[in-house]
Structure formats: C-alpha cells, structure tokens
C-alpha cells in the first residue's frame, strides 16, 4: 500500500554530485524505516545508507565520507546527496521502506521498493 518513486538519476562526470529523491505515497507512513540500495547488471543489488525510525543513520563503507542519507518525516521523503562521485558508484539506484524502522542494509528486510532511477558516472 505503499508506492515509492525515485527521481534525480542523470549523466555525471567524474568527481561531480547528484542528488536523488525518493517519493512515498500515501506520505503517512513516517515510522518506515527507508533507505538507497543499487545495483548493477548481473550483480547482487547492494545497500548503500539507510535511515531508521529514530533518525539514525548507516552508510556502506564504499560510500562513507560522500554520499548522505536523510528523510523528510512530514512527507515521508528521502533523499540521496551523492559528492565525489566516482565510475564505479555507476549502478541503478533503488529506494526502499519498511514499517518496522530497523535501519537494515539488507534488501531482504524492505517490504516497498521503488523501481529504480539510473545513474552513470564518466
């Protein structure tokens, strides 16, 4: 009953940023816990930063230093600030959500998944 929709994926060049957003809709569930995963063809989809029910946040260690998770609780949006981007963070980028507000990076735990938004880094 919850439909995400992520936004923001493009073309950027090496050591740029991007930002992408993440929509819920109904906006009424602001004790999900939510977070970014991506992947790339033929590989395993991978957390990259989560953001549980009480505002804390995890990050994947490839991404620590340069990419920050937040959420809007009032909308239930989430956000993606990606700095220093490199070719290897190229990959199809997911949002995710869960009502019991974990924080986990794991992408078996999300019950609500977006259908992704791409971005490439050259």
């Known amino acids: 009953h919850v439909q995400l929709v992520e936004s923001g994926g493009d073309f950027v060049q090496d050591g740029g940023s991007l930002t992408l957003t993440c929509a819920a809709s109904?906006?009424?569930?602001?004790?999900?816990?939510m977070a970014w995963f991506r992947q790339t063809s033929g590989k395993e989809r991978e957390g990259v930063a989560s953001?549980?029910?009480?505002?804390?946040?995890n990050v994947a260690d490839s991404v620590k230093g340069r990419f920050t998770i937040s959420k809007d609780k009032a909308n239930n949006t989430l956000y993606l600030q990606m700095n220093s981007l490199k070719p290897e963070d190229t990959a199809m980028y997911y949002c995710?959500?869960?009502?019991?507000?974990?924080?986990?990076?794991?992408?078996?735990?999300?019950?609500?998944w977006g259908r992704g938004t791409q971005v490439t880094v050259s």
């Open positions: 995710a959500a869960d009502p019991r507000g974990l924080g986990l990076l794991s992408p078996g735990y999300y019950k609500y």
């Open positions: 953001i549980d029910h009480n505002g804390t946040t």
């Open positions: 109904p906006s009424s569930n602001t004790d999900n816990c």
